[in-house]
């Protein structure tokens, strides 16, 4: 594992960052996190003595901000990720996140979630709903995203949309893997979430 001191410093960048971003997002649930998140950027993480093996360098090398892609390819390996899949055509895991800030987070907090998601190329996620209020923020990786019954929109990296409580919503990933930061607030618990089959 590399010195900890050189990652807990792409930590405070990368939580920076993503302040900034979810500052400008020019939704609620981002100007509503950013000010709970930024004194956590000083905090201290326990590292995973080893990396694990997720196959996010696409997503990384294609990300546009080289500061944030490099703070970020510096913590990602030594986090653990709950990894979620198989969704429709593959033997791999083709999803995961991380909680990085909330009730079961890396760093425990009681009034928001904050975290890494992951979807691979050609991955289908079904339509899904819970009470929290949720926000995404694409940092790499152009995607569907569907919410309600509404047709399904492609949302670029810099993007910053909604899901409010209860409303259903999908995601279809075509040539490119999806890397985006998300947040909830509201109703934290997972016990309200559900996905169609």
């Known amino acids: 594992m590399p010195h900890s001191f050189k990652i807990n410093r792409h930590w405070q960048q990368f939580i920076e960052l993503a302040c900034t971003r979810f500052s400008a997002s ?3 649930i981002g ?5 709970l998140l930024r004194p956590l950027a000083h905090s201290k993480v326990s590292w995973n003595q080893t990396p694990n093996t997720l196959p996010l360098s696409n997503s990384l090398n294609t990300m546009t901000d080289a500061n944030l892609s490099r703070s970020m390819a510096a913590i990602v390996p030594w986090l653990t990720w709950v990894e979620r899949g198989v969704f429709n055509n ?3 895991i083709n999803r995961a996140y991380i909680e990085l ?6 760093l425990t907090h009681d009034r928001f979630r904050f975290g890494i998601y992951w979807q691979q190329a050609h991955t289908f996620y079904p339509k899904h709903r819970h009470n929290a209020l949720e926000l995404y923020h694409i940092v790499s990786g152009t995607a ?3 919410a309600g019954n509404q047709p399904f929109e492609a949302r670029p990296p810099g993007a910053s949309f909604e899901h409010l409580d209860r409303i259903d919503h999908a995601t279809q990933t075509k040539d490119e893997g999806l890397l985006a930061l998300w947040a909830w607030r509201g109703d934290l618990s997972f016990d309200n979430y559900s996905m169609d089959a």
């Open 26 to 28: 020019g939704t609620n």
């Open 101 to 106: 800030v909330g009730p079961q987070g890396v």
């Open 90 to 92: 593959s033997q791999d």
């Open 31 to 35: 100007m509503d996190v950013a000010p």
């Open 144 to 146: 569907l995203w569907q």
